[in-house]
């Protein structure tokens, strides 16, 4: 086969969940598959290839996305799907929800979620611009027409295909779920001196309790902060609460409440904390608390189930399908309830320790080498029924 995947989050600066998901699902396709041609579509040429896959059945192209205002769309529908045209492929692979719409070959889409389709539910921006109001537009209208016309769909947990299924009316036979897993910088470390130095870099506690902050109200940050408040004086002496935003958006906001509540001395925010250090954070952590009101997947938790933090979680959307038996879960919208689960990790080490050695062995259980196999599973499928 001749396939086309669209790579343009590889040479993204920009971190994120797109660009995680199509560095390692093109890795592991590289590494199980020496027999079809693959054609990566990036939008600028590579600063870095090392996320490049450097074998001779792998090669790059070029379709670049410069007009002002509408580069990516125009690069997309016209410029990608010309492209596509003129390379002849058997099938085309958009890793990352929206794709040309006028395709001379079988399109497979991944679809990580549905969040998409509520914008005003899950969207905040800080600001207004005629180019965030086209994208807005565009992400809203073009992967609702692009899903429709695949030939078969890839998503991430069991959930988001029923929720793909609910929303789309598709039938479930060409919807195929792929999980995801940690990227292999996530891992226990033990190296003390390394942990040490994080701490002093970021000006930690030896104690303290880890959660991810973003743009998105979803994340539920607010309630955190609620729950973190109703931990005993004694408590919050001991456990600093550490917020890393990968987004400062709402960090502002949070802040006010932070202040409001009198816990400004225990919460810290960090902000541009790159893999390795996310690790380390991950694997010193006390407590990862995960209070999101939706997730496609939540590859956090993995992440830090892989650096052998205990977890506790919210028991919502496809949160309890990802963490098994491996997390206690709460009411994400009830702030007494995280509160007391949070008091029940810190200070009972059997139920702390249970939950690092099963959060350890579940995490195990999803490798993107799977997900590489699974998804050639899918083309193959793809390119069978013609």
Known sequence: MKIGIDARFLTHPQPGGFKTYTRNLIT??????????????????????SDLPNQPNFSTRVVPGVLPVVGMPWREQVGLARQVSRDRLDL???PCLTAPLNLACPLVITVHDMIWAFPE??????HWSIKREIMSLYNRVVPGYAIR?????????????????????????????????????????????????????????????????AADPRKNIKTLIQAYGLLSQGLQEQYQLVIVWTHPFLAGEISKLVDELGLIKHIRFLRQVSNDNLALLYASASLFVFPSLYEGFGL????????????????NSSIPEIVGDAALLFDGQDAIGVSTIMHQVLTDDTVKMRLQKDGLKRSS????QKCGRETMEVYNFVFDKG
């Open 28 to 49: 592991a396709l590289a590494g199980i598959d020496t027999e079809n041609e693959y054609i990566l579509y990036t939008d600028r040429p590579p600063v870095d290839r």
């Open 92 to 94: 085309f692979h958009a």
């Open 121 to 126: 539910k899950y969207s905040q921006s800080s």
């Open 149 to 213: 016309r695949a030939s078969a769909i890839i998503t991430v947990s069991l959930v988001s295909k029923k929720s793909i299924i609910e929303h789309l009316g598709l039938s479930a036979d060409r919807i195929f779920v792929t999980h995801e897993a940690a990227d292999s910088s996530f891992h226990q470390i033990k190296n003390v001196n390394s942990i040490e130095s994080m701490r002093r870099k970021y000006d930690l506690r030896s104690n303290y309790i880890l959660a991810l902050g």
């Open 300 to 315: 956090p938790l993995l992440e830090a189930m892989a650096c052998g933090a205990p977890v506790i979680a919210a028991d």
């Open 365 to 368: 259980q999803f490798s993107w």
